[in-house]
């Protein structure tokens, strides 16, 4: 069951690297730097409290999880930002 939900987040992460993509290709590396290590660190620490309050392996499936997602989120609301302020 845990193999299976690694690879249902996979799609998650992938949409997460477009989004890198495109920031970088925009020589815009400052928000991502800045987002990287908050979602590293929040990420990290998530799934090092989930094992040890006895989830177990699915404390780093959440903690990757949860890294796909707000990563995902906080890049796109990057790129929805930088469209705007151009107009």
């Known amino acids: 069951m845990p193999g299976l ?5 996979v ?10 993509t495109k920031l970088e290709r925009r020589l815009a590396f400052k928000p991502v730097a800045i987002i990287e ?3 590293q660190i929040s990420s990290q620490s998530l799934a090092v409290l989930l ?4 989830w177990g392996i699915w404390g780093p499936i959440c903690g990757w999880g ?3 997602i707000v990563q995902a989120g906080a890049l ?5 930002s ?4 151009r107009f």
């Open 76 to 80: 796109w609301w990057v790129i929805g």
């Open 11 to 20: 799609p998650l992460q992938l949409f997460g690297t477009l989004g890198n």
């Open 82 to 85: 930088c469209l705007m302020s």
């Open 51 to 54: 094992a040890f309050v006895g």
């Open 37 to 39: 290590i908050i979602v």
């Open 66 to 68: 949860f890294r796909a």
């Open 5 to 9: 939900a690694t690879i249902g987040l």
